[in-house]
């Protein structure tokens, strides 16, 4: 366990509804990520951050942006929400020191997001 | 980008076998690692290893950086090891991981 916890855990919304998901860590790891698990597409990175107010785009960012403005709480946030967004959304920690290479990622518990 | 490919996609085992996983890469890695996702949806970091072997308990590990695989192995497999097993790989300094999309196992008593 790498104190990593999000919110919600579960969420129903309609389209074109914003939605925001967080996720938080207690033990002030540099390095946060955003992906969503797909049937068939495995885990793909949506934003990560480097540390405060630093993020950068993943593989599948179009449709969400992210903000970090405390080390350690990380932001999702589907301005509209699609249908093509429903997903199970995880946060994951890396406990890396060395510049921009990743170390060891321990994930959070996951949020079930459907869009209506 | 870097393509990732795990195999089997599915396998199914009696209680007590032993089983070897896949995972190829198409590039120079510097970190790969080995994450089990139980039916409950948890994923954990089983290993961190972007090369040579490792072992815990019973699975281990081994990565042949310059062949560009690396293989996973249960030995006297457990019905809580059923779930699904992901590769992940980073290539070059980018801070990002690029997953496989997976293999299923599922052990049976």
């Known amino acids: 366990d790498a104190g990593i916890t999000q919110s919600p855990r579960h969420k129903v919304t309609e389209t074109g509804t914003p939605v925001t998901l967080r996720c938080h860590q207690t033990?002030?790891?540099?390095?946060m990520y955003w992906y969503r698990q797909d049937p068939g597409h495995g885990l793909r990175l949506i934003h990560y951050?480097?540390?405060?107010?630093?993020?950068d785009k993943g593989e599948v960012s179009d449709g969400y942006s992210v903000s970090r403005s405390k080390t350690e709480d990380f932001l999702l946030t589907l301005e509209s929400a699609t249908s093509s967004q429903t997903s199970v959304y995880f946060c994951?920690?890396?406990?890396?020191?060395?510049?921009?290479?990743?170390?060891?990622?321990?994930f959070g518990p996951g949020t079930r997001l459907t869009v209506l | 980008g870097i393509q990732v490919e795990q195999s089997p996609p599915d396998l199914i085992l009696q209680e007590g076998a032993n089983s070897t996983l896949r995972c190829n890469f198409s590039d120079s890695v510097n970190n790969l690692q080995w994450f089990h996702q139980n039916p409950w949806g948890q994923l954990i970091n089983l290993f961190y290893i972007p090369s040579g072997t490792k072992q815990n308990g019973r699975l281990s590990a081994t990565t042949v950086a310059t062949e560009r695989y690396s293989l996973l192995y249960i030995s006297s497999s457990q019905t809580t090891d059923s779930g699904v097993y992901f590769c992940a790989v980073e290539s070059g300094a980018n801070s990002k991981l690029t997953f496989g999309k997976g293999i299923t196992l599922s052990v049976r008593p």
């Open positions: 994951a920690i890396s406990e890396s020191d060395r510049g921009y290479l990743t170390d060891t990622q321990y």
């Open positions: 033990e002030n790891h540099r390095y």
């Open positions: 951050s480097y540390g405060v107010k630093d993020t």
